[in-house]
Structure formats: C-alpha cells, structure tokens
DNA sequence: CATAAACTGTTTATAGCATAAACAGTTCAT
DNA sequence: ATGAACTGTTTATGCTATAAACAGTTTATG
C-alpha cells in the first residue's frame, strides 16, 4: 500500500499492520473501511461458517462494499488471515498465578494454566486450527502468548534453546490435542465411533493389525474416549518429562 | 463411480479404493487411467513442485490426459489427496529390533526407531505435512504405521486409552517436529534467523517481551538452532514422561 | 484559490480452480 | 446383434484471488 515505511514492504504479509505501522496518510478521501473492522467481520464469519466460508468477496459482501475494495487495506488475503489469526488470539488472560501454594512447582502450575488459556481459545475459535503454521510466531498476540509461557518456565534450569524448544512444543502439543479433540467432537461421537471401530474390523488383518484391533476391542478405551482429555494426558507426559530433565541436571552437574 | 459394493459409497473419501474395493468391471473399455497411476503423477508433481501444484488440471496434463479423465477413477480431489498421503506412508520398513542389548527398555528404543522412520518420510515427501489431519487414521499405511508403534508399546504397563493416545500424541509430535525444523530450513538458516530476530528487536517492548528478547539475546541458541534437533529433544522429553508414568505405576518393563 | 497528489471504492477483466452434464467410442454379457 | 457398462472428451458453470483502469474525494501545495 504505502511504502514510506520503507521497510515495511519487506515484512511478512500482515505483520507490518499487526503492530501499527504504516498509515501516515492524510491526503484523499476519509476511509470507511479498515483492516480492523474487516478482521472482525472475516472472524465473525468464520465463527459462525467456518474458516472456508472466508473469501474476500464474501467478507466484503458482508461489510456491504466490493470484493476490491479490501485491497485498498490489505494486501492480499494472507495478509488478512494473519491478522485474523492474531486478533483471534488476543490478549492472553490467564490470571497471574496468585502466590497459591501447592506441592508441585510454580513452573508446571503456570504452564499448565498457560495450556488451558490457550486451549480456550482454540476452542473459542476453532478455525485457528485450521490455518497451517507457518513458522515462528511474529504477530504482536502471538509473541505475547508465548512472552508469557516463557515467563512460566523462566524459573526453571533449563538452558535457552531449551526452553525456546520446550515452549514451541508445548504450543505444538496444546494445538494438536485440541484439534483431535474437535475432531472427534464434530463427528457426533457414539455413531461415528462405532462407525470406525467397525470399519477397522472389517477392513483389518488380524495378523497385520493385531495391536490396533486389540486396542479397539478394550471396553475400556469407549469410556474413555468420551472424556475427551487428551490434551491433560499429554500435557502432564510433557511436563513430566521436562521435569525429569531438570532433576537429572541438578544432581549431574552441580556447579554450573 | 461403481455402487456394487453398497457399502463403499459411505467410505470416507480414498479408503474404499485404498483398500482395494471396488472394481467389479468387466464390460467397457479398457481404462488407460487407474487410479495408481493418477496417484502417482500426482506425488511426482507434489515431490518436485509441493501440493499446491497439484490441481486436478495439472496432474491430468502432466498424464496427458483432460482434467475430467480423472473423475472416472477418483470421485473427487479429496479422494486424490488421501490416496497420496496413503502412498507417500507405504510400508514401515525400520528394521525389527534386532535384539540387540543396551541399558534402556526396549519399548522406547523402538518408539525412538519409530519416530525417526516416519520422520524420513515425512522429509521424503515433506507436502505429507501440507495435507491437515483429519480424523483418526483409517488408511491402510497409516494404520499399519498405527500398528508398528503399538507394537514398540505393547511391552508397557500402560492401560489402553493410555497406549492409544500416547501414540497419537507420539505422531502428532513427530509431525509438528518435523515441520518446524522443515519450515525453518526452508528460509535459508544464517539471514533469515538473523532478520527474524532483528524484527522482534525492532518491534518488541522490552517490558512486555522480556522473556522473548531475553531468550533471544542469548548466544547459546544461534548455535542450537542450527543443530536441527527439535525432533530428538521433545521425543526424549516426552518419552521420559512416559517413563515416569510407568515407574510410578511401579512396573517394570524388562528387556526383551 | 486552484491544482495536483494521494487516497478510497467501483467496475471490468483474467486466469485458475473443482466439477457437473452430455456425448462418442469401446468392450463384453446377453 | 444388441444393449449395458465402461472410458475418456467436450463444454459449461460458478467459484476463487487479484490486476488494471476509472471516478470521486480530500488535502497539501503552487
């Protein structure tokens, strides 16, 4: 759009109007539109429709103008996705952790909340998930998310990249675990599971499938699967393991 | 195309030709097309020029056939998609454990030998990554992939529900392993961390971020990032979290 | 004050996409 | 031999993102 930001240009798609800049206009006609509102209007619809009821044309018949118009704001519709994502993300709001005492460290306490915020939000706008992640996080909600997982885990030992590589994968893990659990949740759960379980049945060898047809035939695993607490089973696997890796540090070396 | 088989029409998309139903024909003439063919013109194409290049159009020509051509043996491009991740799975083809001894249970040595295998093919085939997971696995090379880490587990005293999702999780994290250290590859390593970073300096509060700037200000991680190993750390992590459930359920796993 | 630059929104147009429908040719069961 | 069943093509539809040209509006500058 405007290019007297000269750097701007060169910055991913949507970043440059994430975090404000741009915009030194004057000149021309007042707008009516602008990034913020077709954002809002573009999360509406995917709330309600989905993320692939999302075209330009769609968002901009719902604003009431033209499909190109949205050009004159956003560059291109990644642009417009990756401002949707970042809005859709928000502030994180998880209560900082108020000094409560339990028997388990702060860090795992923190982390733990931190998941479950960030769970909420993928379940408040489940479309997220379906917009693939590209890289790094560089969008202003994005950094501030992980801003503050790193904070959970700044009391820990572990070393930079580790903590760098802990925070991607538990965001990873959270992200994963929701959506299976969306996934299973949109198919209605009683029929369509039935539904699988007997496919496997008739389309498994017994011999070649043994362990995955022994699995689906545990009574157990249909109570279970209701519960629909994938994301705590894999979570606390995680910190476990984090944990595991911060004792056997402690007690090898010592003076470090 | 063929309803002879009353039930392969509510198959989910791919899994009934996948398995190898369908094709009761006789009469007519003899197909040029099948459906093997079209699957794999379209993981040339998808290996050499990544899955956006593959449009029903494309892949066609690339057969030197029409786009419509393809409709006779695929119902539609969804199909075409889930019989190319199917293809691009194939077989497990890690070595069986040859039961070599070491001082760790053997249940983890193979999930470790598990996830580094599928992690080869996703970097053979890195569009696999492209294409977003949708439900439980139903193909027959992704449920036989399904199978082999069920078998690494088999020796655990884990409960089912507990197998299951830990080998979900397993896959999940080997895939989202692997697509961030691919995606990180992808903008070539030294300038584009650089400029990544150099954009958090510029944009980032340095009270609100601290954490961020802070990991990032340390020299330790521009080594580590090169490394590469994202996969290796968070499969220990998580597999050491495994381990701790186990002890705690106080079994032990002996060597096999 | 007039003019030109800069801006916003619209119209029109293009190239790509998946896929429906109708058709022509081929092969086999009857 | 005839017709059903099959394969591949042609043609057409309604989406998609977005480029280009244009008209109107505002404001900074001559």
Same mark, same amino acid.
């Given at each position: 759009m405007q290019q007297k930001k000269p750097d701007a240009t060169k910055l991913p798609p949507g970043i440059a109007i994430a975090w404000g800049l741009e915009r030194p206009s004057t000149r021309g006609a007042k707008a009516e539109l602008s990034p913020a509102r077709i954002v809002k209007a573009a999360i509406g619809l995917a709330d309600s429709e989905?993320?692939?009821?999302?075209?330009m044309a769609r968002v901009a018949k719902d604003l009431g103008?033209?499909?190109?118009?949205?050009y004159r704001h956003l560059r291109s519709k990644e642009e417009l996705l990756v401002l949707m994502v970042d809005a859709a993300f928000g502030? $994180?709001?998880?209560?900082?952790? $108020?000094a409560i005492e339990s028997d388990e460290p702060s860090w795992r306490t923190g982390t733990r909340r931190w998941a479950k915020a960030i769970e909420q939000r993928y379940r408040k706008h489940p479309w997220i998930l379906d917009y693939p992640v590209t890289g790094p996080p560089a969008s202003p909600h994005e950094l501030l998310w992980l801003e503050q997982l790193l904070r959970a885990l700044? $009391?820990?030992?572990?070393?930079a990249s580790e903590k760098l590589n802990s925070a991607l994968m538990l965001a990873n893990l959270v992200r994963s675990s929701t959506r299976m659990e969306l996934d299973v949740a949109d198919n209605d759960s009683p029929a369509a599971f039935e539904a699988y379980v007997g496919l496997l049945f008739k389309l498994l060898d017994p011999q070649k499938h043994r362990e995955v047809l022994g699995l689906f035939s545990d009574p157990e695993l249909a109570v279970m699967e209701d519960a629909g607490d994938e994301l705590s089973f894999a979570l606390e696997r995680y910190l476990d393991g984090m944990e595991a890796l911060m004792v056997r540090r402690k007690s090898i070396d010592r003076p470090d």
């Open positions: 989905g993320l692939s009821a999302v075209s103008f033209t499909s190109m118009s949205l502030e $994180p709001d998880f209560a900082a952790s $108020p700044a $009391p820990t030992p572990l070393t």
